[in-house]
């Protein structure tokens, strides 16, 4: 079964272009080096953009259950505090948890 490992981030506009290449150049790639995931999306989500920032949905897929645990358990305390250090009081987010039934 692969799962997909959903998070959706809302980012302030006054830190956004450096959010977004810090997440482009750092964060995503150093999650992606755990080896959890074999695919990884990033996507602006239309729509969200008001005062309190602009929306993204970052999605990473992993080939079965116990990968994304590994990932849970090892890698994402560190890299989660990361985020939260450097983008405190800047950023919203929620992490949803998927089995992919389908894929095309």
């Known amino acids: 079964m692969k799962v997909l490992y959903n998070v ?8 956004h272009d450096e959010w977004l290449s810090w997440m482009t150049a750092v964060h995503i790639p150093d999650v992606m080096a ?6 990884y999306t990033m996507n602006r989500i239309i729509g969200d953009n008001d005062e309190h920032g602009q929306g993204y949905a970052i999605q ?4 079965n ?14 890299l989660q505090k990361a985020h939260a250090e450097r983008y405190r009081d800047m950023y919203v987010a929620f992490r ?5 039934v389908e894929q095309g």
Do not use: W
């Not at 755990?34 to 695919?39: A, D």
């Not at 990473?60 to 080939?63: D, N």
């Open 8 to 15: 959706t981030v809302k980012i302030d506009h006054s830190v």
């Open 60 to 63: 990473y897929t992993a080939r």
């Open 96 to 100: 949803t948890l998927m089995e992919i």
């Open 65 to 78: 259950m116990q990968e994304f645990q590994r990932y849970n358990t090892d890698y994402a305390p560190s």
């Open 34 to 39: 755990t080896g959890c995931f074999e695919s």
